[in-house]
């Protein structure tokens, strides 16, 4: 029992510790490149983006490999798997972007934006760094998000599938719209976000598998990315 105690309590440790990684190489990204006395705003263009493409990069190597006991069976069973997997749970993608079109379509009754500023931030990056931009929202996000808002909130919360569903897709929403709201109504954005979130996080916890959601989460934004560069074009 002390034995399966502190094995508890280390998991929670490290889901904790991965999360408390995540947010603070998010927030001093830019930072770290004065370890070795070079200022990123001198950089041009596209060092910078080479430079955070690499960056992203490295913190989800890291973390994969904080994670790998849980990673690379997963890994293995997901590749064994994949259709199994894929013919059981994209229902549930279909559910989710229902759910965001309907609360999307809700928010606008409320404020007059019909976009987030995270989701307007990521249209004029696109535009103006779309290889940049591919890389990260549809490659590097869909794994790091997944290891940090899931992986770990399991670690945190490994006895309970309503608070580890709840806050894993309150805080993946969060994530999303706190850094970029500039008024009350934008809080309203958290929803929409929020609800992939929570059906990433439901899957996980019905598959066992991190590489389900993760693989669902690279439709997702695949998708999404594809369609606002048809749109890019065809405005």
């Not at 719209?177 to 500039?182: A, C, H, L, Q, R």
Request: aromatic share 18%; charged share 15%.
């Amino acid at each position: 029992m002390e034995k399966e105690k502190n094995y508890e309590l280390r998991n929670m440790l490290i889901g904790f510790g991965v999360l408390f990684l995540y947010l603070i190489g998010s927030s001093y990204s830019y930072d770290f490149l004065r370890l070795f006395g070079i200022n990123y705003n001198d950089l041009n263009f596209v060092l910078k983006q080479v430079y955070l493409i690499f960056y992203e990069v490295a913190l989800t190597l890291i973390i994969i490999y904080i994670y790998r006991k849980d990673f690379i069976p997963n890994l293995k069973d997901f590749i064994k798997n994949n259709i199994t997997y894929f013919k059981k749970y994209i229902k549930y993608w279909f559910l989710m972007l229902s759910l965001m079109v309907a609360s999307n379509l809700l928010i606008t009754l409320f404020t007059t934006s019909i976009t987030s500023n995270n989701q307007q931030t990521i249209i004029d990056l696109l535009a103006e760094a779309p290889i940049y931009t591919f890389i990260l929202t549809v490659i590097t996000a869909p794994i790091l998000e997944e290891l940090v808002f899931r992986l770990s909130f399991r670690k945190m919360f490994a006895h309970t599938n309503f608070l580890f569903i709840f806050f894993s897709g309150l805080f993946f929403g969060g994530m999303h719209v706190i850094n970029s709201f500039t008024n009350l109504t934008d809080l309203l954005f958290i929803i929409p976000y929020s609800i992939p979130g929570f059906i990433f996080a439901y899957i996980y916890a019905k598959s066992k598998n991190i590489c389900v959601s993760i693989s669902l989460h690279f439709i997702h934004n695949g998708i999404m990315m594809a369609l606002q560069i048809l749109l890019m074009y065809l405005i």
